[in-house]
C-alpha cells in the first residue's frame, strides 16, 4: 500500500517538475524574446542615428569644411531625436516585413534627397528651399548644367547612398521578426521628444543660436548649425505659415536731429512718421515707421543732377567678373570701366537666391535672401524703382532679357517695376535659338525699339555668361573661342573669357549706334553682375582671380567686381574708393539723375554722398552671411574677425564699439529689407 501511494506521490511530483520545467522553459524563452527586442530596437536606434548623423556631416564637411563648432553638437543631438522617430515607425507594423520595407525607403528617400540639397549647392551656391519648388520648370532648362553638376560631383552621390544600401544588406538577413510591445514603443518616441526638447533647451542658452533657430530662415547659416533635416523642417513651416521675421533692434537707436544744418539738403521726401506711428495699428509697421524715422538720411552733393534728364542703359550682366575687361579684348569695356565714375570697392553679394536675388538687390537697392524675391515684388508698391521713377517722368522704360519671359517670374516684377518687359515667348524676336542666347543679337533687335523714343530708360538682363563654361556647354564660349585662343589660362577660364566678350559686342553695338544717331553723349550706361561666376570649380576660380584657393569662399576678393557708370559726356574719371556694392546702385542713379526718393527707405546708400557706406558681402555657405567692408576695415561673420585698414586708427576700446554698431545696423538692413517686401512696407508711407 505505501509503495503504491509513493508512486502515485512521485507521479506527481514529476509532473510538477515537468510543469516548473515548461513554466521556466517559457519563462526563459520569454525574457530571451524580450532581450532580443530590445536589443534589436537599440541597434535599429543606433543604425538610424549613424546613417541620419553621417550624412549630415558629409553635407557639414563638403560645404563647410569644418565640424568644429556648437553646430556639430545640435546637429548630434537633432540626429538622435530624428532617429528615434524613425526607429518608432520600424516597431509600429505587426509584421517585420513591412517595418523592414518603409524603413529601408525611408533610408534611400533620404540618401537620395541629401545628395539632391548638396548638388543644388553646388550650382547654386544656396540651399534649395520648398518655397522655391514651383520654380523647378526654370531650373530643368538647364539640363547640360545639371547634368555636368552630377557628373562632376557623382563620388558624392556613392558617398551619400552607401549608408542605405548598407542597412539593405543588414535587414535582408536579420530574421527578428519580433512584435514590440506598447511599452516599448512608448518608450522609443518619448526619449526622441525629451532628446528634442533637450536640444532646444540648450539652443536656448545661446543668444546667436537661439536667435538663428527662431528668426526667419537663412539656409546657409541654418544648415550649418542645425542640420539639413531641421533646415527642411524649418522651411516647410514657414511655407505653410510664414516666417518669424528677424526682429530690428530699436533700443539704442536716437531720433536725427539737425538735418538742415547739413551743407547740402537731405533725399528725403515729407514724410511724417510721428503720425504715421501714432495712427498705424499693425505691430510691424508701426516697427519699421519707428525705425526709418530714426534712420540717417544720406545728402544731396556735388554730383546731384549730374545726369538730370538723359537716358540711361542699365544691365545686369549674368555671371559676370571684373577680371575679364582688357584693354586689348574688350576695349568698349575698359574705356566705359576707366574714363567713367571708378568704384575701387564695388563688391556683389550673394544673397542666397542666385541670380534672382542679385539682380532684385541691383534694381531696388534692397536685398531678400531667396529666389521668390522677385515673384514677390510683382504685386507690392515698388516706388524707387528706376522703371517707376523714370515713367513718371515721362521716359520711355523698357526691359528686355534674352531668355524665358517668365524665368523668375519677371513677367510679374518687371511690369510692376514700370517697364514694358520684352522677353523670349512674348515678343522678343530675332535671336538665333541656341543656349545661351547671344546678348549682342539682342541690343541688335531692340534698338530700334527705343533709340527715336528720347528720353529712354532700357534696362538689359543678359545671360550669354551663363554657365556652363566650356567650349560644349556654352554656344557663347564656342563662338568667340578663336578670340580668346592666345589667353595664358585654362580651357574653362579662356571659356568663361569668351562667353563674356557677348558684353563687349552689345555695348559696341549700342554705343554706335546711339553715336551714330547722335544722342551717345546724352545718354548713360549702368551696369553690374548678379553674382560671380560660381559655376567654376575652386581652382579656376582661384586662376581667374588671382587669390589662394585655400578658403577661397571666405576671401573678400572673389565677391569684388566692377560697377560701371559712363557717359561720353564725362570729360575725366571720376575715383572712389569708398566701399559699396549692389544695394547702392539705386540711390547713387537716383541722385545722379536728380530724382525724388527717401534715402532712409532705401537699404543701400549713395556712394556719392558724404554718408558713412557699409559694403554688406554675403559670402557663400563656408563664408556665411553678414560679413562687411567699411572704410575702416573687413569684418567676418563667422569668425567674428576685424581686420583694420590701412587707414584705420581705431583704439582696440573704439574698434569693440564699431563692429558692435556696425553689425547692430547691417542687421537692421537686413530685418527691415525683409519687412518691406513681405509687408508690403512703401504702400503704408
Not at 443 to 453: C, R
Not at 486 to 512: G, P, R
Not at 531 to 539: F, M, V
Request: proline share 2%; charged share 25%.
Amino acid at each position: 500500500m505505501k509503495k503504491d501511494i509513493d508512486i502515485r506521490y512521485s507521479k506527481e511530483e514529476i509532473k510538477q517538475e515537468d510543469i516548473k520545467d515548461k513554466e521556466s522553459s517559457e519563462e526563459q524563452e520569454t525574457k530571451k524574446k524580450k532581450a532580443g527586442a530590445i536589443k534589436d530596437i537599440i541597434i535599429t536606434y543606433l543604425i538610424n542615428f549613424a546613417i541620419l548623423f553621417y550624412l549630415e556631416i558629409v553635407v557639414k564637411i563638403t560645404v563647410y569644411k569644418s565640424i568644429i563648432d556648437i553646430g556639430t553638437l545640435y546637429i548630434f543631438m537633432f540626429s538622435i531625436s530624428t532617429s528615434g522617430i524613425m526607429t518608432f515607425i520600424y516597431t509600429i507594423f505587426k509584421k517585420r516585413i513591412i517595418s523592414k520595407v518603409i524603413v529601408s525607403i525611408i533610408h534611400l528617400f533620404l540618401a537620395f534627397y541629401y545628395s539632391f540639397y548638396l548638388l543644388y549647392y553646388n550650382f547654386f551656391k544656396t540651399f534649395f528651399v520648398w518655397l522655391t519648388i514651383d520654380m523647378a520648370d526654370d531650373v530643368m532648362t538647364f539640363p547640360k548644367e545639371i547634368l555636368a553638376i552630377i557628373t562632376n560631383n557623382y563620388y558624392y552621390i556613392i558617398i551619400l547612398f552607401i549608408p542605405a544600401i548598407l542597412y539593405i544588406i543588414y535587414i535582408a538577413i536579420n530574421k527578428n521578426e519580433e512584435n514590440y510591445k506598447l511599452s516599448y514603443k512608448l518608450s522609443i518616441i518619448i526619449s526622441a521628444l525629451v532628446i528634442y526638447l533637450c536640444t532646444i533647451g540648450l539652443i536656448f542658452t545661446n543668444n546667436e543660436s537661439r536667435k538663428l533657430y527662431f528668426e526667419a530662415l537663412q539656409p546657409v547659416d541654418y544648415v550649418k548649425n542645425f542640420g539639413v533635416l531641421q533646415t527642411t523642417q524649418k522651411d516647410i513651416i514657414e511655407c505653410l505659415f510664414g516666417n518669424n521675421e528677424p526682429s530690428l533692434d530699436l533700443e539704442e537707436l536716437q531720433p536725427v536731429a539737425n538735418i538742415q544744418e547739413n551743407e547740402y539738403e537731405a533725399n528725403i521726401m515729407d514724410i511724417n512718421f510721428d503720425e504715421l506711428i501714432k495712427n498705424e495699428k499693425n505691430k510691424t509697421i508701426k516697427e519699421l515707421h519707428k525705425y526709418f524715422s530714426n534712420v540717417e538720411p544720406s545728402y544731396k552733393n556735388e554730383y546731384t543732377g549730374m545726369f538730370e534728364g538723359k537716358n540711361l542703359i542699365f544691365l545686369t550682366l549674368e555671371g559676370f567678373s571684373y577680371k575679364v575687361i582688357d584693354k586689348d579684348l574688350t576695349p568698349t569695356l575698359y574705356k566705359m570701366a576707366t574714363e567713367g565714375f571708378v568704384f575701387e570697392n564695388f563688391y556683389t553679394s550673394l544673397w542666397g537666391g542666385s541670380t534672382a536675388t542679385g539682380e532684385y538687390a541691383a534694381i531696388t537697392g534692397n536685398f531678400y535672401n531667396n529666389a521668390k524675391c522677385l515673384e514677390i515684388s510683382g504685386n507690392k508698391y515698388m516706388p524707387f524703382t528706376l522703371g517707376n521713377q523714370f515713367k513718371k517722368l515721362g521716359y520711355t522704360t523698357l526691359a528686355y532679357h534674352n531668355n524665358s519671359y517668365a524665368y523668375y517670374k519677371r513677367n510679374l516684377s518687371h511690369p510692376n517695376m514700370g517697364y514694358k518687359y520684352i522677353a523670349i515667348g512674348n515678343g522678343l524676336k530675332g535671336l538665333t535659338d541656341i543656349w545661351p542666347r547671344s546678348d549682342e543679337e539682342m541690343a541688335e533687335v531692340t534698338i530700334e525699339q527705343f533709340i527715336d523714343k528720347e528720353p529712354f530708360h532700357i534696362y538689359y538682363m543678359t545671360v550669354s555668361g551663363h554657365a556652363n563654361y566650356s567650349w560644349d556647354g556654352n554656344n557663347m564660349s564656342r563662338k568667340h573661342k578663336n578670340d580668346v585662343k592666345n589667353l595664358d589660362k585654362s580651357e574653362n577660364v579662356k571659356a568663361y573669357y569668351a562667353c563674356q566678350l557677348e558684353v563687349e559686342n552689345m555695348l559696341k553695338k549700342l554705343v554706335d549706334a546711339l553715336d551714330e544717331k547722335g544722342i551717345l553723349e546724352n545718354t548713360v550706361f549702368a551696369m553690374s553682375a548678379d553674382h560671380y561666376p560660381y559655376a567654376l570649380k575652386n581652382t579656376e576660380l582661384a586662376e581667374l582671380y588671382e587669390i589662394p584657393e585655400k578658403n577661397i569662399d571666405s576671401n573678400f576678393d572673389l565677391y569684388r567686381n566692377a560697377f560701371i557708370l559712363w557717359s561720353a559726356s564725362m570729360e575725366k574719371p571720376i575715383v572712389i574708393s569708398k566701399p559699396c556694392s549692389s544695394i547702392d546702385i539705386i540711390p547713387t542713379l537716383s541722385n545722379l539723375f536728380g530724382l525724388e526718393y527717401d534715402s532712409r527707405l532705401i537699404m543701400g546708400t549713395d556712394i556719392l554722398s558724404s554718408s558713412e557706406n557699409i559694403a554688406i558681402v554675403n559670402f557663400n555657405g563656408a563664408g556665411g552671411y553678414w560679413n562687411w567692408v567699411t572704410e575702416q576695415g573687413k569684418y567676418y561673420a563667422n569668425s567674428k574677425k576685424f581686420v583694420k585698414s590701412d587707414s584705420c586708427r581705431l583704439s582696440d576700446e573704439e574698434e569693440k564699439s564699431y563692429v558692435d554698431r556696425i553689425n547692430k545696423i547691417v542687421a537692421n538692413k537686413q530685418s527691415a529689407s525683409l519687412k518691406i517686401l513681405n509687408n508690403d512696407y512703401y504702400r503704408y508711407v
